[in-house]
């Protein structure tokens, strides 16, 4: 029987709610219609500049690019490669959610318009297959961003971290055990999974190789560091638009896989877009040591919590000799803060958890980790947690000491190297992380955003600068030609900084978002960081395309979705409020998950939002202008898109009580948020 709902009242209230929670997850980039404005490029104007290509030989010189070790090292132990590795989306089989062979571009020698150091780095990542680190232990490498490890047990197989999506999972998976299974007949089924930290591309894979029944049922250890479900269904949620924004920028998501785009983030070729899970951990890690015996299999964890990630471990196989090191040490340089927005790490209690596990694992004969590949030999083991560990120290101490001698965070920056017995070290290089921006992450970790210059502490907004820039300049035209002679100069940074304020004073301006654009994609194809690479080259595609609507599907984090905490989608909902339109409005509004049996009273005090969850059993003392009731998987479907206002109203698993009229008004105080917002372009 369809339930029938005559108010209009309740119709309109139904679509605001439906557009309002749509929008409140974490890494949303909604379709919008993009700038109308499309500069045309031949492909002369994307070449690499004299000067870029000069800078490019200049990085060739100083590293001995020529050596093996790494791609001995990575090439170690393969069993098997599949020869055309295109994994399909679930969701639209007609896309791909991984593609290596899009990146067969990547071989011979570095082309002018890539960074020979990144280039280097980007055939390596370009290694992909199933290979033995050790008898026992296996990984897939090369099927997403992160690596899937298999651990032989007594009964299974122990599977540590499950990539991003479910269908590269799956994809990888399959594959090990077809060649594996030869191996070990009897080893066909997992026995446990271990999650190492809380960023999605080690556990949104998990659903995709095994499902929450068959955890329950044959009650599978899943294994995670203390804190790992909160920081993993909370990270982005509130922020979650604009860090999807800059996500694109980050990975380089719109860019093409050529010489001219996307050649790899450093830490991987880049994340799989699919579809995303987590399973909830039923064994917790929050001390170091814990020694745990998971499928016969003796585990020495190492609790690191934030490190590379708020809620991580690494873990020691003594039978194995095997340091698994998780994501705390990997093969380059990490972030200590992440382009597209995130909790600063702590990059002195980081340099001491890896000087912890040099001590605690120091007779590790093998090395593996989240990302990269193995590494193998006491000796060289050691040496290279040492560089590691000191490459953050460094960067901590020397930061430190020059934010001491009244230094600011650009001219720390720009001071700071990293001695030539780090700086030389591949492992160290700026790949994902940088020494510029983790500078200016041990700064605002001390200090904040403000240093201590009074014209910073209030100065202009963006627009309004760019516009006094323009005019002290002596108009456009005069700006122009001066950041026509810096270009011409080679001199590209400030080239940005000269037409970065005249397209912010004049987004029409076609000459000048062209060179602007022509700029970003010099240092670009100087940049080393992926990441960076990634930045400049995504500008430079929106000054000439317009702003792309293009991002992450939300319809694809439903099953985390599921497993949030129903207090954090309302906290997102505050920060929604239109709070000048808020004043004076004290509607009490409640909300009743009928399948979970919990109530929430939402209500506006002082142009703030508030929430409490409610005792049902306790009489309200608050008059309730108005209850939603609904099931929790509706409420998701709504959060995601896959049920709008037609389906809520024909849904036996919604109804309103009270006044629909209040509803309306209590939902139409809250913003739709600009979810492709400009960033090389004004709003």
Known sequence: ?????????????????????????????????????????????????????????????????????????????????????????????????????????????????????????????????????????????????????????????????????????????????????????????????????????????????????????????????????????????????????????????????????????????????????????????????????????????????????????????????????????????????????????????????????????????????????????????????????????????????????????GAIAEDITLPASLATVFSNREYYGTVKHNVRAVYQAYLGWYDANPAHLDPLPDSQRAVAYVELAGGAEKMLVQAQVAFDQGNYRWTAELLNHLVFADASHIAARKLLASTYDQLGYQAESGPWRDVYLTAALELREGTSAAGVELAAMKDPFLQTPLSNFFDTLAVRLKAEDAADKNWHIKIHFTDLNESYLLWIENSVLHHRLLDDTAPLTEKVHATLNLTHPLFVDMLIGEAGAKEMLLSDDLSIDGSKIDLLRFFSLFEKPVANFGIVLPN
Not at 5 to 28: D, E, K, M, P
Not at 41 to 46: L, P
Not at 126 to 147: A, K
Not at 322 to 337: D, K, P, T
Request: glycine share 8%.
């Open 1 to 409: 029987m369809i339930k029938t709902i005559s108010s209009a009242a309740t119709y309109v209230c139904a679509q605001s709610l439906s557009r309002l929670l749509l929008l409140s997850g974490s890494l949303l980039i909604t379709a919008c219609d993009p700038s109308s404005l499309h500069i045309s490029v031949d492909e002369s104007e994307r070449a690499a500049t004299v000067d870029t290509i000069k800078a490019n030989r200049q990085v060739g010189k100083q590293l001995n690019l020529a050596d093996q070790q790494d791609f001995e090292d990575a090439r170690r132990g393969l069993i098997a490669s599949p020869e055309n590795l295109q994994i399909k989306s679930l969701r639209d089989p007609t896309k791909n959610v991984w593609d290596m062979p899009a990146y067969g571009f990547i071989q011979g020698d570095a082309p002018d318009t890539v960074n020979p150091s990144l280039w280097r780095q980007a055939k390596l990542n370009n290694i992909h297959g199933l290979f033995e680190v050790t008898p026992g232990i296996y990984q897939v490498r090369g099927f997403d961003l992160s690596n899937m490890t298999l651990i032989k047990g007594d009964n299974g197989w122990i599977v540590v971290d499950t990539m991003t999506s479910k269908e590269t999972a799956r994809y990888a998976f399959d594959f090990a055990m077809q060649h594996l299974a030869e191996r070990y007949p009897n080893n066909t089924n997992i026995s446990a999974i271990v999650f190492t930290h809380s960023h999605i591309d080690h556990f949104g894979g998990v659903l995709g190789i095994v499902s929450l029944q068959d955890i329950a049922e044959k009650k599978i250890p899943v294994i995670a560091p203390a804190g790992f479900m909160e920081e993993a269904t909370s990270e982005n949620i509130l922020a979650g638009v604009a860090m999807g924004r800059r996500a694109v920028y980050m990975y380089g998501k719109n860019l093409e896989r050529n010489p001219f785009g996307h050649v790899g983030s450093g830490l991987g070729k880049g994340p799989a877009f699919g579809g995303f899970s987590i399973a909830e951990p039923n064994q917790l890690v929050s001390n170091t040591p814990t020694d745990l015996n998971i499928d016969g299999v003796e585990f020495q964890f190492q609790y690191t919590p934030d490190s590379e990630a708020p809620a991580e471990f690494t873990f020691y196989l003594p039978q194995y000799k095997a340091f698994g090191g998780a994501e705390v040490v990997s093969r380059n340089m990490h972030n200590l803060y992440t382009l597209r927005g995130a909790k600063i790490r702590d990059a002195l209690k980081w340099s001491g958890y890896i000087e912890e596990a040099r001590n605690l694992f120091a007779d590790a004969d093998v090395y593996f980790a989240s990302h990269h590949w193995p590494m193998w030999g006491q000796e060289r083991i050691q040496t290279f947690l040492k560089q590691q560990r000191d490459t953050y120290k460094f960067i901590h101490d020397q930061s430190v000491r020059r934010m001491n001698k009244g230094m600011t965070p």
